[in-house]
T-cell receptor
């Protein structure tokens, strides 16, 4: 099973709403990632969790709040977003980091977020 | 700062043709290079991973090569099919255990 599952697939939210994106993997991977992808652009790294601890925050605005409740789950809490935050949000995981042992990184199908 | 360039940006070919996608990177101090496929509106699917000590990897009709010293990789697709139509992204890792530097991708269209 090489699957990363993301829910919901589509989300429309107002600028005052609070919502969450969820990600789950059962491959025993200890590194999990959130990426943001705008149309016709490559994915941009937002956060990395390693062994359930936040390892990397790429200077992401505080209106995005990641959470890793356990080694299989990764959430992205959204609050007071702006229309320009509308994008495809991708979750990914790898066994450890992507360098150690040449680990492949596996991506989910993404959650399409529209902020109105 | 690592920069990854993919040429061409878009490619349209008839079914059955063999084709090559190119990826170049500015800093040869990489740990590995990955090729991904992305269908419209979908996530990324890992196709091939080449570690820095390797020269090539093969999977089915796909063959990826790596020349680290010249900062180049190619993805060769044999006997292309309409189902191969997608955006192909190249990404390199180096310097950080967790960060990938992506190219902008090549949009491939295979016409029946």
């Amino acid at each position: 099973d090489t699957e990363v599952t993301q829910t919901p697939k589509h989300l429309v939210m107002g600028m005052t709403n609070k919502k969450s994106l969820k990600c789950e993997q059962h491959m025993g991977h200890r590194a999990m990632y959130w990426y943001k992808q705008k149309a016709k652009k490559p994915p941009e790294l937002m956060f990395v969790y390693s062994y359930e601890k936040l390892s990397i925050n790429e200077s992401v605005p505080s209106r995005f709040s990641p959470e890793c409740p356990n080694s299989s789950l990764l959430n992205l809490h959204l609050h007071a977003l702006q229309p320009e935050d509308s994008a495809l949000y991708l979750c990914a995981s790898s066994r450890q980091g992507i360098v150690l042992s040449g680990n492949t990184i596996y991506f989910g199908e993404g959650s399409w977020l529209t902020v109105v | 700062k690592q920069e990854v360039t993919q040429i061409p940006a878009a490619l349209s070919v008839p079914e059955g043709e063999n084709l090559v996608l190119n990826c170049s990177f500015t800093d040869s101090a990489i740990y590995n290079l990955q090729w991904f496929r992305q269908d419209p509106g979908k996530g990324l699917t890992s196709l091939l991973l080449i570690q820095s000590s390797q020269r090539e990897q093969t999977s089915g009709r796909l063959n990826a090569s790596l020349d680290k010293s010249s900062g180049r990789s190619t993805l060769y697709i044999a006997a292309s099919q309409p189902g191969d139509s997608a955006t192909y992204l190249c990404a390199v890792s180096g310097g950080s255990n967790y960060k990938l530097t992506f190219g902008k991708g090549t949009l491939l269209t295979v016409n029946p």
